[in-house]
């Protein structure tokens, strides 16, 4: 009873049953909060002073297409194949764009099967794929016939990993990359469905299958050697 | 304004609480004996009632101001958060300006609680959808869950901040309802 009595006086969040400190000590404290949080802004502010939009500048780029956008891929799940993609057997548009140096990049019918990743450097499943795709190439696994491109879209300098250069070279990540323009040009061309979205083009730069969401890695060599098969 | 100078300030004071959330457990498991806690014990209400407003506002600049659409899990964590501020704000001015008896009414301490553990939670969920994905999961790129409109510091995401302050809340009107 005693306790519920003490609990009821000092159970409000601080307004009742304290013991008074005194007004000095309470006011010196709001000043050293209030100072605390104009160190903070500072710190934000010249932290960040600068490095602003340089980056932007050299980010999102210009695309072009060539050919037909692929129809939307159907909801059924992260792979889409012969059996329920329309879109298989169909010739996927060329992109013609450029690299992060500036380059130029052509994705285009060559007579060699390609995989395309399309991922945005604030995506956490990107994030996760990219590695995976790597280490396959790096143990070997790709087929040598087939080549492994990244489209860099949906770039906002405000979102997080920015910029997706930095991140991808932080990944060691070896494959060309395309960046996609402001409109998500690229990224539209392929009827997508979220990122990572990735579209298997035999060499005949016909669609094989699309996949949508993160894979592992049985599953993504899987897809190669079946877009390298044709 | 420069919306990351916005989000590392923001972070910066995410951290700011967070340290005062270690300090107050710390604090309590040791017996007390932290002056800083003790200054800090009697304004505890307006601390809270700070910390909400200050994560009320934020999230309203980040969806208007910065343009960071909110997903379904960031409105859940709003419902919790909003009706704090003004529950919070309502006690400091009953205290400050009133009879007080509101603000020393147990109802408040317990709605408080309850509500900012619920938040908690949906927050701590919220940044488990942002760091885990098994095979199949994307990113919607309309109003993504997923995704991470920020990350300062390598951990500091939208959710995580909003979990800081809600085991903020929390834990200072828990210590208004266990204090010796």
């Not at chain 1, 802004?41 to 340089?54: K, P, Q």
């Not at chain 1, 993609?85 to 380059?103: K, M, Q, R, Y």
């Amino acid at each position: 009873m005693a306790s519920q009595q003490r609990s009821q006086q000092r159970s409000a969040t601080g307004g009742g049953g304290q013991a008074p400190s005194s007004e000095g000590n309470q006011k010196v404290l709001v000043a050293l909060a209030l100072g605390a949080v104009l160190v903070l802004a500072a710190v934000a502010f010249f932290v960040t002073r600068g490095d602003g939009n340089e980056n932007d500048l050299v980010q999102p780029a210009t695309v072009e297409i060539v050919g037909e956008a692929l129809p939307a891929m159907p909801d059924v799940g992260p792979i889409a194949d012969a059996s329920n993609d329309s879109a298989v057997g169909t010739v996927a548009p060329t992109l013609i764009g450029t690299n992060f140096e500036g380059d130029e990049i052509r994705i285009e019918p060559d007579g060699r099967a390609k995989a395309l990743y399309f991922v945005a450097h604030w995506c956490p499943h990107c994030q996760a794929e990219v590695p995976v795709v790597q280490g396959l190439i790096n143990d070997g696994q790709k087929p040598e016939t087939l080549d492994v491109y990244a489209i860099s879209t949906a770039v906002d300098s405000t979102r997080g990993n920015f910029p997706p250069d930095v991140w991808l070279d932080s990944e060691e990540f070896t494959p060309q990359v395309l960046r996609d323009d402001s409109e998500l040009t690229a990224y539209n061309s392929v009827g997508p469905a979220g990122f990572p979205f990735v579209v298997y083009l035999d060499a005949d730069h016909q669609v094989v299958a699309r996949s949508a969401g993160t894979l592992d890695a049985a599953q993504m060599q899987a897809l190669w050697n079946a877009a390298a098969e044709g | 304004m420069d919306v990351r100078a916005v989000t590392l300030f923001l972070a910066l004071l995410a951290v700011m609480s967070g340290s005062l959330v270690v300090l107050a457990v710390g604090s309590r498991l040791i017996g007390d004996r932290f002056l800083f806690l003790n200054l800090v014990e009697p304004l505890r209400l307006e601390l809270i009632a700070a910390v909400a407003t200050t994560a009320a506002l934020g999230s309203l600049y980040l969806s208007e101001g910065a343009g960071f659409e909110p997903c379904r899990l960031c409105w859940a964590q709003r419902a919790a958060m909003y009706p704090l501020a003004v529950i919070l704000i309502g006690a400091v001015i009953d205290k400050r300006f009133a009879s007080g008896r509101i603000a020393a009414s147990s109802w408040l301490a317990n709605v408080v609680g309850l509500v900012s553990v619920v938040g908690l939670g949906i927050a701590v969920f919220h940044r488990y959808e942002q760091s885990q994905g098994g095979v199949g999961s994307l990113c919607d790129p309309a109003v993504p869950c997923a995704a991470r409109w920020l990350n300062h510091f390598g951990f500091m995401t939208i959710p995580t901040m909003a979990a800081i302050g809600f085991a903020t809340i929390a834990v200072f009107s828990l210590r208004a309802r266990t204090e010796p």
